[in-house]
């Protein structure tokens, strides 16, 4: 039982490259989340997906977009990276009826 | 708009010490109130949570003590350890939000020896 793992762990990009950060969840989770973590500022929530194929905006979604690909993934891509969008990227999921929610080990990205 | 406030932003104390750690909130539609510590490196985890119906809940050192009409909830910890040094976060979810947690910005703990 891994819980929730994300990939990759580390990432460099240049402005204006695209990349796809993966996460996927072995606890059967009906919801999941995508969170940016800056110094300061705690976690702000991206975009969220309450079931299998429902996604939704939250705090700060401009410049990402996400895809519920089954009930075990949730992807987030960032089509054309900014150097603010440097950040280290947490997914979450929880279970309906639940709050409690379990994180990943977290992906570093910088964009240079 | 910052939902959630947290303070301070970090703390020190010694070992055996008893750190605090306090969040405010404004929205009364807030229903679940969970607390996150993170150690370096890694991601968030749940370290204890409390409904408003209560208002205080224990764990182990861990102690959440809340107050209704203040709006207020608070992390205490017992005889805090060189390993409880990590970053906490305090959270509220909204009624009806799907489970959206909102966070506060984080205490940054550490317990010296």
């Known amino acids: 039982n891994a819980g929730v793992t994300q990939t990759p762990k580390f990432q460099v990009l240049k402005t204006g490259q695209s990349m796809t950060l993966q996460c996927a969840q072995d606890?059967?989770?009906?919801?999941m989340y995508w969170y940016r973590q800056d110094p300061g500022m705690g976690l702000r929530l991206i975009y969220y997906?309450?079931?299998?194929?429902?996604?939704d905006k939250g705090e700060v979604p401009n410049g990402y977009n996400v895809s519920r690909l089954n009930k075990r993934e949730f992807s987030l891509r960032l089509e054309s990276a900014a150097p603010s969008q440097t950040s280290v990227y947490f997914c979450?999921?929880?279970?309906?009826?639940?709050?409690?929610?379990?994180f990943g080990p977290g992906t570093r990205l910088t964009v240079t | 708009q910052q939902q959630v406030k947290q303070s301070p932003q970090s703390l020190i104390v010694q070992k055996g010490g008893i750190p605090i750690i306090n969040c405010a909130y404004e929205?009364?539609?807030?229903?679940?109130f969970p607390w996150y510590q993170q150690f370096p490196g890694k991601g968030p985890a749940l370290l204890i949570a409390?409904?408003?119906?209560?208002s205080e809940k224990k764990e182990g050192r861990f102690t959440i003590s809340f107050n209704k009409s203040a709006k207020q909830f608070s992390l205490h910890i017992m005889d805090s350890q060189p390993g409880d040094s990590a970053t906490y976060f305090c959270?509220?979810?909204?009624?009806?939000?799907?489970?959206?947690?909102?966070f506060g910005k984080g205490t940054l703990l550490t317990v010296n020896p």
């Open positions: 979450a999921s929880s279970a309906s009826g639940e709050g409690e929610q379990y």
């Open positions: 606890m059967n989770h009906n919801s």
């Open positions: 997906s309450a079931s299998e194929g429902t996604t």
């Open positions: 929205n009364t539609a807030f229903d679940y």
């Open positions: 409390i409904r408003p119906d209560v």
């Open positions: 959270a509220a979810r909204m009624r009806g939000s799907n489970y959206k947690l909102t």
